[in-house]
């Protein structure tokens, strides 16, 4: 039962709000000696609109009776609206970019949606760059990225729950997932951490990852991140769960294992040599990103007799002027190339290029010809940062530039057995930990033929199963 | 999570600490890395000829350091005291697994090279795979040679060996087999002899080595023998000619098709037979002519009969002079008739032992000779 409200009490709320100084605008219009109110914060809202569908036809319409229900019904062109009769939601609506129309006899208002955000088109995506996919990326827009989405998969079974998360941001957080596909339980479990979260804002997706991950300080990443609606609807389809974050141009996929990292997208229609090609050399690559400089520590410093005779005397010969061991050239190369990435990463575009050019020519060029480091040195700290360049996803990479110091460390220490010890370490971490209950290094541990043999080939054409390890409810793909 | 793990890491981290760790630690750079060893007997002392890698940096346009060698040596009543006078004058530790070679002068072969072979065993840091010949002059001498077509005399025995064993034309024994050799106890083996030759260094022949001292040498020329029962995968030319045409020499191409040594011990003497499948490949003759099937008979059987001659005379030689069990039959006569070769004394026997030569020859390509040409066209 609708509590009786005084018609004066939305006349003072809204001289409440006018106090507030939070940008509210009034708009007064007189129709037949009685008056109505449109209320609105100009920034957030689309003028235009409100002149031509609300104004326009209010100030045109002369039958002697005006009600909310007949504004409503007969009068304006909005095609968003809705009727309250709370005044203290007023303010939110106003935040939100809506229009609130206030007769003030009447005991209810009007809600108009007449939102308007300043937002950038859809363009091609910057990290997740691929040749053969489509290049429509997420932009910071929510409801672009929902329909993006709904484009592509036009399917009743698309679910797409709604969360508000920040307690002053009041972000929209939307969970999506194939209805008759995803695991019940895993999506209860995406649910359910979204809801705990208790934050006074979110920004970016990122802050919402950060609070759903299993443990915040595992090093690797177990939320995956589509910044192309491709990637997004490719990944619901295979029974995992996308949540769109309103103000992000990156949309997290979970649960994600670590081979779903090194997988791009476009392997899946690629020609399946080349794929199950490219797939061998990310693996090579990150191995050879996280162990080639160790290596050079536990050749030159502790066994260099595992090289062959002709190869010794050639690293050897190498090495006559540097000055320090090989650990610390190690770590100082490493730690150059790490610098260099940083800073071209954080310059402006038309700079940075030139600057990763000239830090790497020149510093590398000049460190061997000053002979603080070997030329071996160089083409081992090259090779290796460009090897951590070749993941789809850069942000398990991130992980691989970290651990890249920890194994130079520990083969600096131990040898060739710390280089052994250390790599056992990390993938006891990989085999042992979860995304959202899925065994993150599956299909490799625990061993699934089927899947190991679909994530090889990852032809479109011939994996007829969804991975198991996801659970889906429904099977097969085709 | 340290608890979780904490058997991992004590499983991994305590080995490690065992076997190797930071107290290991010697940059490459900082070792004296050594090419060759020479190993010789002189007036009594031990002498260690080596050539050291020197390692030179770069020096105006050349960016990449250049490669060069030093040499020196040294002397010591026993391979220890040689080794301290060595370490004495080195400007860091040794490091021998870069060695490519170790050179037994003449006078420390004759008095027996076992307990260097030894020494390389046990050392960690020699490779089980290294090469090791006899020289003919004494092996300062060999090592203190001015190479003008290599950088070292290491390298270049080294490379003219592989070369050499590879084409079939010499052994390339190494020194794992070797110590299997000697561990058998009554065969014998073989080195590779070198010697020096208008500053250079060239392939002698073979060294025969009975109870790891050199007792003769083979010529090169006459070692085809020893190679087709004992090389990998030699190849040989050899000239025959039909006794009709004197003039037109033949020249094959000899591959092994097959080489099965068996043995049997009948009337109280073992016995060795040794069954070569030959197959021939004609390069070309001298001058050109149609090659009928019944001469071709004739050729695989000179050739046969040649190849044959080759290894009974080195196994006679080997039976009458040397009197030693270079081939290692010994090893399939125990393999064959394990009980027997226990009671008999094998080094021995060997000087008496019946070995019968069974050789087969087969042309199977006439390099586009047809040989029914006349009676086809």
Redesign the interface.
């Known amino acids: 039962m609708k509590e009786f409200k005084n018609n004066k009490n939305f006349i003072r709320k809204l001289k409440e709000l006018k106090q507030k100084d939070i940008g509210i605008s009034t708009r007064r219009v007189v129709i037949n000696n009685s008056e109505i109110f449109i209320i609105y914060i100009q920034q957030l809202t689309d003028r235009d609109l409100i002149s031509s569908s609300i104004i326009k036809p209010l100030l045109h319409f002369k039958e002697d009776r005006l009600s909310i229900e007949k504004i409503v019904s007969s009068v304006i062109y909005i095609d968003d609206i809705s009727i309250d009769d709370n005044e203290n939601d007023i303010i939110d609506y106003v935040l939100n970019g809506k229009s609130v129309i206030i007769i003030p006899r009447e005991q209810s208002y009007i809600i108009a949606n007449t939102s308007k955000v300043e937002k950038r088109s859809v363009e091609a995506p910057d990290i997740q760059t691929s040749l053969k996919a489509p290049r429509d990326a997420f932009t910071e827009n929510f409801q672009t990225n929902l329909s993006l989405i709904r484009y592509r998969l036009k399917d009743e079974s698309l679910k797409i729950d709604n969360h508000i998360v920040g307690r002053r941001t009041k972000t929209s957080v939307s969970v999506l997932y194939m209805k008759d596909i995803a695991n019940e339980e895993y999506v209860k479990e995406v649910k359910k951490r979204i809801e705990k979260i208790d934050v006074d804002g979110i920004m970016e997706s990122g802050y919402v990852q950060k609070f759903i991950v299993d443990n915040v300080f595992n090093i690797f990443p177990h939320v995956g991140i589509a910044e192309r609606s491709d990637t997004a609807c490719a990944n619901i389809l295979k029974g995992k769960i996308c949540v769109l974050v309103e103000g992000s141009n990156l949309a997290l996929v979970m649960p994600q294992t670590f081979g779903d990292f090194l997988d791009s997208g476009d392997d899946h229609y690629d020609n399946i040599y080349l794929a199950v090609f490219t797939k061998f050399l990310r693996y090579l690559s990150i191995t050879l990103a996280l162990i080639l400089s160790a290596s050079y520590v536990a050749v030159v410093g502790f066994h260099s007799d595992i090289l062959p005779p002709q190869f010794i005397l050639a690293v050897a010969t190498s090495r006559v002027t540097v000055p320090v061991n090989a650990l610390v050239e190690a770590t100082l190369m490493e730690g150059v190339s790490e610098l260099l990435r940083e800073a071209s990463i954080r310059l402006p575009k038309q700079i940075g290029p030139a600057i990763g050019i000239v830090g790497t020519i020149v510093i590398g060029q000049a460190a061997v010809a000053a002979g603080l480091v070997s030329p071996l040195m160089v083409i081992i700290v090259s090779l290796s940062t460009m090897a951590s360049f070749a993941a789809p996803d850069y942000t398990v990479l991130n992980a691989v530039r970290i651990l890249k110091f920890f194994m130079i460390f520990i083969t600096g220490v131990f040898g060739l057995f710390g280089l052994v010890m250390g790599y056992t370490l990390i993938i006891i971490n990989l085999v042992s930990s979860t995304s959202f209950g899925v065994p993150y290094f599956s299909p490799m541990a625990p061993f699934n033929l089927n899947d190991f043999k679909n994530y090889i080939l990852g032809d479109i054409n011939l994996i007829k199963l969804r991975p198991k390890y996801l659970k889906s409810k429904d099977k097969t793909k085709h | 999570m340290i608890r979780r ?1 904490s058997k ?2 004590i499983i ?2 305590i ?3 065992i ?4 107290w ?6 900082k ?1 004296s ?1 050594i090419i060759t060893v020479g190993v010789d007997h002189i007036k009594g002392d031990v002498e260690f000829a080596t050539e050291v ?1 020197r ?4 020096a105006g346009e050349a ?5 060069d060698i030093y040499k020196d040596l040294s002397y010591g009543k026993t391979f220890e005291f040689a080794r301290v006078d060595y370490d004495s004058r080195r400007p860091f530790p040794t ?1 021998l ?4 070679v170790v050179v037994f002068g003449p006078n420390y072969a004759k008095e027996g090279v076992e307990p260097y072979m030894n020494r390389i065993n046990k050392m960690y ?1 020699y ?1 089980k795979t290294l090469l090791t010949v006899v020289s003919r002059e004494p092996a300062s001498e060999l090592i203190q040679t001015k190479v003008k077509k290599s950088i070292s005399v290491g390298f270049l025995i080294e490379d003219m060996m592989t070369f050499l064993s590879e084409k079939g034309t010499a052994l390339y024994p190494k020194v794992g087999e070797i110590l299997s050799d000697i561990s058998l106890g009554d065969v014998g083996y073989i080195l590779p002899y070198i010697g020096k030759s208008q500053e250079s260094i060239k392939y002698l022949g073979l060294a025969i080595m009975k109870e790891s001292k050199l007792i003769g040498t083979v010529d090169v020329k006459n070692s085809e023998g020893i190679l087709y029962l004992l090389a990998e995968d030699p190849v040989f030319t050899e000239i025959v000619t039909l006794e009709n045409d004197k003039e037109n020499k033949y020249s094959f191409r000899i591959k092994i098709g097959d080489r099965k040594i068996k043995s049997e011990y009948k009337e109280g003497k073992p016995i060795i037979n040794v069954d070569l499948e030959l197959k021939n490949q004609l390069q070309y003759q001298y001058y050109v002519g149609p090659i009928n099937d019944e001469e071709k008979k004739i050729l695989e059987k000179k050739i046969s009969k040649v190849v044959k001659k080759y290894i009974t005379d080195i196994i006679k030689r080997s039976q009458e002079e040397f009197e030693c069990d270079i081939f290692s039959f010994a090893k399939y006569f125990r393999a064959d008739n394990p009980k027997v070769y226990k009671k008999i004394d094998w080094s021995k026997e060997y000087p008496e032992i019946k070995i019968n030569v069974n050789v087969k020859s087969k042309i199977i390509n006439m390099n586009l000779s047809d040989p029914s040409a006349k009676q086809n066209y």
């Open positions: 793990y991992i890491l991994l981290v080995p490690s600490l076997l190797t760790g930071c290991d630690y010697q940059d490459i750079d070792r890395i890698a390692l030179v940096p770069s960016k990449i350091a250049k490669q490091f697994s870069a060695t490519r840091d490779r």
